[in-house]
């Protein structure tokens, strides 16, 4: 059985940074390229950054280039999320995804406000 546990989420001021983790269970973790979305009330769920299986090949949405930051631990099955310079516009439940898959994880609550 698939299993996505995410945390790290939480309230934070404009500008400031959180990292977002991910555990991953009941998959050959290092065999997946692994993804981050989030979804804002109102609206659809977005892709945000995927990184590949070996951890070189990364891609973000225009949107959080430059300031997001995705990794992983294959030793640890855990995929990360690191989030600076956060703006009102990053608030969201955010979600990791194992590409191609159609677990989710219940998400973390990413709260950008002063």
């Known amino acids: 059985q698939v299993q996505l546990v995410e945390s790290g989420g939480g309230l934070v001021q404009p500008g400031g940074s959180r990292r977002l983790s991910c555990a991953a269970a009941g998959i050959i973790f290092s065999r997946n390229d692994m993804e981050w979305y989030r979804q804002s009330p109102g609206k659809e769920r977005e892709f945000v950054a995927r990184?590949?299986?070996?951890?070189?090949?990364?891609y973000y949405v225009d949107s959080v280039k430059g300031r997001f930051t995705i990794s992983r631990n294959n030793a640890k099955n855990t995929v990360y999320l690191q989030m600076n310079s956060l703006k009102p516009d990053d608030t969201a439940v955010y979600y990791c995804h194992i590409r191609g898959d159609y677990n989710w994880g219940q998400g973390t609550q990413v709260a950008v406000s002063s």
């Open positions: 990184i590949s299986r070996s951890g070189i090949n990364k």
